[in-house]
């Protein structure tokens, strides 16, 4: 059985080409998320969602800017210690777990993600790396 670096780095390695920070892909921000992100902009968190965030059913995701990245997106991810739950399970999604196509689907605007990885394999790490968080 690989180390779980192993293991990560057989099933993604990531290219650092800012695809999924761009486009409408709905970066949902948990309750934690918005209090962190607050706290480390120095905002207040209802400002922040006003405005920062949209609403997608009801639920804050991250906005867009003009240039059709996150807002938060600066050439890189000017909030990374304190960005989404889901920006740092990216490509490890529950998804995975309810359909394993959607690894293929993601693959499709994400170039890190080892298409050719064993279904098996992929499930088995979204599935312990969920266990632990
Ligand atoms: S799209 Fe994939 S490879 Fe590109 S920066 Fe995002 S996670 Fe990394
Ligand atoms: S928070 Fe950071 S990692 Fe997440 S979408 Fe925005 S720029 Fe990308």
Redesign the pocket.
């Known amino acids: 059985m690989p180390s779980d670096q192993m293991a990560s780095d057989m099933l993604f390695e990531?290219?650092?080409?800012?695809?999924?920070?761009k486009g409408y892909g709905g970066t949902y921000v948990t309750r934690e998320d918005i209090e962190a992100i607050s706290r480390y902009i120095g905002a207040d968190p209802g400002e922040f969602v006003t405005e920062y965030c949209q609403l997608s059913a009801n639920k804050p995701i991250l906005a867009q800017g003009s240039n059709g990245y996150c807002i938060f997106w600066d050439k890189l991810c000017t909030i990374h210690p304190v960005k989404p739950l889901m920006c740092k399970r990216?490509?490890f999604l529950k998804s995975i777990l309810a359909d394993s196509k959607n690894w293929q689907t993601m693959a499709d605007?994400?170039?890190?993600i080892h298409t050719d990885a064993p279904t098996r394999m992929v499930k088995k790490y979204v599935e312990k790396i969920l266990s632990k968080k």
């Not at 990531?14 to 920070?21: K, M, P, V, Y």
């Open positions: 990531c290219r650092r080409c800012g695809d999924c920070c990216w490509p605007s994400c170039p890190g």
